[in-house]
């Protein structure tokens, strides 16, 4: 189906980062046009006049089927709340759990404009692929595997990860399988290894957390001698097809490890505070050594939110705040982490507006007491929220339209979520 | 006109700070009844089935003429910008601007479930006071009077202030004016005192910026030998009637200070994040002092918005980041700062869900995929955001009703402010 969105007034996120006034011509899920005014007939016909369009948002960490978890048993510190409740309750999840926690969370994703997402979660991930192909969303998913914490061996652990990719990669353009060994902290160097091998013969994305929390730089330098990052490095886990998540407490070394080697990097600054983990991301130390830098949400568990918009704010907002200097990330390069890096780190022709590109589009109502008035594009994700949010293209396909999901049936899903949630964890 | 809210989620903040589902019953603008269920016959009925209420929040730091400036001249450094840019403006400053920037800060307030602010700024203050009458919203409003920026004599700069109170104070029980003398640093000795005099004879609430930036402290020790607070203190400037904006870089003295005086404090995170001034108000310290603590936006130049909301989530973070510690301002204190304590501070009796208090009130539809599943409703203000919300009453008045504003012309709202502000700007 070809579709024509008139008269929108676009980030482009192109080479030049320009901002047009103009239309956007789709065909084949693909956007094989972008001018200022285009002529000819399509199928469908979108009038954004008045309304601004930007490459759907990439949430570059996220575990969605934890959705079940937000709002549940707040006010507790980290590790109570993991060992008392949050543990004790995924050892309970059943598909049905993870499938109504991952629809759910898609829904979010897409109402705050959202159209792509970097997921790793521990269960039924069978689950959480077929709701991405289900509602027409983009991601990349990976079967969390983590035999030291798990206590399993390394073989078994990695099968969990192996059989997901045997049976989903190559299902759906819209579908990337990853390899997602949980953290070095909770992996054997035999389980990192095999994942990473096991990536690279099959040129899938790589996704593990690292150097979250200062506990773990500790033992880490304790257990190994060296940092988490320079352990990965060490081991050779990292290069343009991995994606740390975190990497908050880390010395400029070692952000110029993963500069170097090209890897990506999502910076998670809402879950960061919210479990009070004390470090900033530096993020100019990486972008100065290179690091193809991205940004998430992580699980609603601990943000409660998967707004990635929000995420953005938080994100230049606290890089200003860390140098003191509120030019330090600029505004292009947040809406670049948002956008293309993401999409360059998941492995996703998307992320920006142009020729060629995958037609990964949102709309905003500009006429929108919150937005008014228009100085400038590029500061809106400061004051953009959901509800402002009109219509979500993913591959060319209106996922939402007008404020309606056009195939998910949102209040169900909803309800299912609350009931799923309340066998889950309703004690 | 009464009114029956019937069959809510009610997160009262009442002394026992009790959440109830049931039904709220207005007289005359004020809430008479609330109860698991109320009989009998009211003019106006709203169903409030599958909705949370709350108490309208307050802002209790803002300059809404500013809305026009959102997003303006993005990407300086403080002091540029307000010398290239925002003081400029603001001298070619006429009533139309002022009036066109107060509609659209209501608007964009009301939306976001704000029903009372605390206003400062420094021109055409009548066009405000109009602005809050004409909208039905609640506020406490003051004349930003700054002598020695200005460069007047102490007399005439107070001669602004008085004005307005003269003029506008007893018009409606809607609105408060407060004296407003700019700041330690921009005031004469004489003028704070002038201000604060008028303020204690004619209960009138003081509002004034203060150590927001470390160049402030270091100045005022320099020049006064006291910190700004110690200062404002040696004046016999702080009481139960004066409310601080901002108060980051203090010692604990100084919020020992605060606290023992009565005086209320707002913080106002995102505008100090977006500053870069580098000091997070120390909320503990405020706290363990006794102080009324307080959440503002501050203007939206410097935010940019004027979502409570927001604001809450990132007062509440950046707190547990500050002391790395996700417990050390409680969910609770949070809706406390932003509701009940805002209402005390600017002397209104409103903040909370009980008979007897003004009738401000905001209803969300919890059927929201962000909101969803429900396991309690305290930390909704995580994942709250402005479309969530259906119907906002201030006075028992429906502002805002089905996410439609009754009385005031949204569009038209929008329109001229974007006219005005590029007639201001526009360069």
């Known amino acids: 189906m070809d579709t024509l969105i008139r008269d929108a007034l676009i980030i482009t996120q192109n080479r030049n980062r320009e901002i047009i006034r103009g239309d956007i011509l789709i065909e084949d899920g693909k956007i094989s046009k972008v001018a200022k005014s285009i002529h000819g007939g399509a199928e469908e016909r979108i009038d954004a006049s008045g309304k601004l369009a930007f490459p759907g948002l990439v949430n570059a960490h996220t575990h969605i089927p934890m959705s079940l978890f937000r709002g549940y048993a707040e006010g507790m510190r980290l590790h109570d709340w993991l060992e008392k409740k949050i543990w004790p309750a995924e050892r309970r999840l059943k598909p049905a759990h993870v499938r109504a926690g991952s629809l759910l969370g898609i829904l979010e994703m897409v109402r705050s404009g959202t159209t792509c997402f970097n997921e790793m979660y521990i269960a039924h991930m069978d689950e959480v692929c077929g709701a991405v192909l289900g509602s027409g969303m983009r991601a990349s998913v990976g079967f969390g595997m983590f035999d030291l914490a798990r206590k399993t061996s390394p073989e078994e652990e990695f099968k969990n990860g192996k059989s997901l990719a045997e049976k989903w990669s190559g299902k759906s353009p819209l579908l ?252």
Chains 1, 2 share one sequence.
């Open 176 to 427: 990337n399988i990853s390899m997602a060994p949980h953290a070095p902290y909770t992996c054997s160097e035999e389980l990192l290894l095999l994942a990473k091998e096991y990536a690279r013969r099959n040129c899938l994305r790589l996704h593990i957390h690292v150097s979250e929390t200062r506990k773990e730089v500790f033992d880490s330098l304790q257990q190994k001698g060296k940092r988490p990052i320079e352990y990965l490095h060490s081991l050779g886990m990292l290069d343009s097809e991995t994606v740390l998540a975190h990497g908050s407490w880390v010395t400029k070394r070692e952000s110029v490890l993963v500069g170097k080697s090209g890897a990506s990097l999502s910076h998670n600054p809402v879950a960061n505070l919210k479990l009070a983990t004390g470090g900033i991301c530096p993020l100019r130390e990486y972008l100065e050594a290179g690091a193809n830098i991205c940004l998430g949400t992580d699980g609603t568990a601990s943000n409660n939110s998967h707004n990635m918009l929000e995420t953005m704010k938080f994100a230049q907002l606290l890089q200003s705040h860390l140098y003191w200097d509120p030019l330090r990330i600029s505004i292009q390069q947040v809406w670049d982490a948002a956008t293309i890096n993401g999409a360059k780190a998941l492995g996703f022709n998307s992320g920006s507006i142009g020729p060629g590109k995958e037609a990964d589009i949102v709309l905003a109502d500009l006429r929108s007491c919150n937005l008014a008035p228009l100085h400038g594009p590029p500061s809106l994700f400061f004051s953009l929220h959901p509800g402002n949010i009109t219509d979500v293209l993913i591959a060319g396909n209106p996922v939402l339209s007008e404020g309606k999901f056009t195939s998910l049936d949102e209040g169900k899903i909803i309800e299912e979520a609350q009931r799923q949630a309340e066998g889950l964890v309703g004690d």
